[in-house]
């Protein structure tokens, strides 16, 4: 009883960082599904949204003179939702500038594809090394969201569990727009086949430009909510990448809620471990991905492929 | 015109004998891998061994500032014997692969005249084997494995910074006796953690306490929150965290957010000011060790804090720390040393550094310093904990409470001293740049 007590802190804890990597993976596999591209530039675009997220939350800009100071004098909380709408919204931009550089790679040889994305990481990350250094920064939160709380006779970070609650209404919101809307069913088809959409009239060269800009949306977002636990210097994207691209296989590739179920996993893996064996802690994603991969190829969720049937 | 034909035999009785005088010349009994003549007026070439991405790149671009204000001031002064200094740098990438390769590289191909700049301990190891094969001098700026100047000594290499050791001797029996015995290691899963920790085990075993749990902690760690529900379950007196790098800024900002910077107490090894500058104040809990603060109110420190400032205007850190101390302190050593053997010769400049004193005037610190028999610089160890908020807010440089300064010879690492077997002279091979 007392083993139970004591595990279950390091269940919540996992459970909570579970949903925080599976909002990480979210656009990773939306890019994976609909473009059969693997965007390693995903990372970068997770730093920069939580570095615009900074500018606009604390804009420390001489020339915005007396707009500026009255910005500033605005409460934090309406800079802190301005910046979760407006960061994505420019981070989306940049992905779609990035999906019009990838089209003339498209049906080509992956590799193609997956070099641009990587140069683009590289691109991306030392324009934030040079426009605000390689220091590390610090992205303001409400005060309300700071701070510990006290459940079960043990310390718990307010934030982190903010950060998990925002995660799951993330996760709802893509659901809900991928199944309940005539955008989210296009999307759905095209992840299954993109000629056939093609073939039904529907502007697939739009359709991708949708979906990478959604997708980097996402990673952004992501950026703004892990940026006040990781920390936010220019590489932090590096830490993000791994884990989401892990969870994608693990999950099955192109998998909605397989991406939600291996990424709570996981987090399950690393939190639990971290408690008890706590070397083996970043090692046990790994372990499970071979224990998942060895039983069952395409992931979880993943679909069979024609050469299964 | 009567034509010369070359039997097979004589073709490769010749090739043998060529080949034989090449290996002769480069490789012979004479060990000198490289030599030029060093009254030319062909510059002094630094190769900056350091990190610019992975845990170590914020330090280490510190790092390489400290390497460039001492130069920029001998380039000043007309150079070193009359030789410009130049330098270059390869990213070493805080990995110990890369830095090896980075080393290699540097020596054969770009035929530095010496190496300077090292974070990770690791990385400092894999440089300074490559560097000994060939016998180039090697200044480990920044590293402070208690192995780098202990087990992994080299004749070649001069270790700058202070180790795990010499701040654990600092902290470790006054926090025992003002704090509780009962300790907690949290250490980072790499060579410096491990040997920092396995220091401050046994100074508490040594003072009465007791060790009652180690957590490895993974180096790219980014969730620390296990380790901190673990440590309120166990409940020690203190947490002695050996965690470096970005692990470091991580830990503290998560630490922070919990509210556990108070209770239990935290004694952080060393801290490395490009770790903790811009944080805020909350983030700096606990006491540690530092071997130089830019606010220390002794002769000299102003000056070079101006002189800090004049040449990196634009950088966001506005005052110089630790790191960048240490690749200056080293640079500007290295040089004079190189004056006054009046020759490059590694040999030459090896004897010369070997033994040196330098005044706490020259150093910035609080007490004379002096190389030890095992090539660590011995030098003051400052405790230190973070400012008075108030202080702070009215300047956010100003994040550090220096409590205590603690002379060289009181925190000499033994250990290290007796297990380091450095080559002889005549084990290694002469260079001269």
């Not at chain 2, 914020?58 to 150079?79: L, V, Y």
Request: aromatic share 10%; with cysteine; proline share 4%.
């Amino acid at each position: 009883m007392d083993f139970i007590i004591g595990l279950l802190p390091f269940i919540v804890n996992g459970l909570s960082l579970g949903l925080l990597f599976a909002l990480i993976a979210l656009g990773f596999m939306l890019i994976i599904g609909v473009m059969e591209l693997i965007n390693l530039a995903h990372g970068s675009l997770f730093a920069l949204g939580a570095y615009l997220a900074m500018v606009v939350i604390s804009p420390h800009v001489p020339w915005l003179g007396a707009f500026g100071s009255w910005y500033l004098g605005l409460p934090i909380v309406l800079r802190y939702v301005l910046a979760i709408v407006l960061a994505p919204a420019l981070v989306a931009v940049v992905g779609m500038v990035l999906e019009v550089c990838l089209r003339p790679t498209y049906g080509k040889d992956p590799l193609y594809g997956l070099l641009l994305t990587f140069g683009a990481a590289m691109v991306l990350e030392e324009s934030i090394r040079v426009v605000w250094g390689s220091a590390e920064q610090m992205l303001q939160v409400p005060p309300v969201l700071v701070g510990p709380f006290l459940f079960g006779g043990m310390i718990y970070s307010k934030y982190q569990f903010f950060a998990s609650a925002f995660a799951i209404f993330i996760i709802v919101l893509v659901w809900l727009f991928l199944e309940r809307t005539p955008y989210g069913a296009i999307i759905k088809a095209g992840a299954h086949d993109s000629e056939m959409v093609r073939a039904l009239g529907i502007n697939l060269t739009r359709l991708r430009l949708f979906v990478f800009g959604f997708g980097t949306a996402l990673a952004a977002i992501a950026g703004i909510i892990m940026s006040p636990i990781w920390g936010l210097r220019p590489h932090v994207g590096v830490d993000a990448v791994i884990p989401a691209f892990l969870i994608i296989t693990l999950g099955g590739v192109g998998s909605f809620w397989g991406a939600v179920v291996a990424g709570v996993l996981v987090g399950l893996a690393v939190g639990i471990t971290a408690g008890f064996a706590s070397e083996w802690s970043l090692l046990s994603m790994y372990l499970l991905l071979i224990a998942v991969v060895t039983i069952r190829a395409r992931g979880l969720f993943g679909k069979k492929s024609i050469l299964e049937a | 015109m009567k034509e010369k034909k070359i039997s097979r035999r004589q073709f490769f009785k010749r090739a043998g004998l060529a080949a034989a005088g090449t290996g002769a010349v480069f490789y012979g009994p004479w060990k000198y891998n490289r030599v030029y003549a060093s009254k030319t007026d062909k510059p002094i070439l630094i190769g900056m061994t350091s990190d610019a991405s992975g845990q170590f790149a914020n330090s280490g671009a510190s790092d390489r500032r400290g390497m460039m204000m001492a130069i920029d001031e001998f380039n000043k002064k007309g150079g070193v014997l009359g030789r410009k200094i130049d330098y270059m740098h390869i990213d070493t990438e805080s990995n110990p692969a890369t830095g090896s390769r980075v080393t290699e590289r540097m020596i054969t191909r770009n035929e530095v005249t010496f190496l300077i700049g090292a974070l990770s301990s690791g990385v400092a190891n894999a440089i300074s084997q490559v560097a000994q094969k060939y016998g180039v001098v090697y200044m480990n700026s920044n590293s402070s494995s208690p192995t780098e100047s202990g087990e992994n000594c080299h004749r070649v290499k001069f270790v700058w910074d202070g180790n795990g050791t010499n701040f654990a001797k600092a902290a470790v029996k006054n926090a025992i006796e003002k704090v509780g015995n009962q300790w907690l290691l949290l250490t980072n899963d790499y060579v410096w953690g491990h040997n920092t920790s396995k220091s401050t085990r046994k100074l508490v075993n040594a003072f009465g306490g007791t060790i009652v749990d180690e957590l490895l902690v993974p180096q790219g760690t980014r969730d620390f929150t296990s380790y901190l529900l673990k440590i309120q379950q166990i409940k020690p007196d203190v947490v002695a965290a050996a965690v470096a790098g970005d692990d470091s800024k991580v830990m503290r900002q998560q630490v922070a957010q919990m509210g556990m910077g108070k209770k239990p107490a935290w004694i952080n090894n060393q801290q490395d000011w490009p770790d903790v500058y811009g944080l805020p104040i909350d983030n700096l809990f606990g006491v540690f060790g530092t071997t130089w603060y830019y606010d220390l109110d002794l002769p000299g420190v102003k000056e070079f804090v101006q002189r800090y400032r004049q040449m990196y205007p634009d950088t966001t850190m506005k005052a110089p720390g630790n790191v960048y101390y240490n690749g200056y302190m080293c640079t500007k050593e290295l040089l004079s040393a190189v004056e006054r053997a009046g020759t490059t010769n590694n040999l030459k400049v090896i004897k010369q550094l070997e033994g040196i004193k330098v005044s706490a005037r020259d150093r910035m610190q609080h007490h004379d310093a002096y190389m030890g028999a095992n090539h660590q610089m011995q030098q003051t160890v400052y405790l230190a904990t973070a400012n008075d908020e108030a202080l702070w807010e009215k300047d956010k440089n100003a994040m550090f409470k220096i409590l205590s300064n603690v002379a060289p010879s009181d925190v000499e690492d033994t250990d290290a001293m007796a297990v380091c077997k450095m080559e002889s002279y005549a084990e290694t091979p002469t260079y001269e740049g």
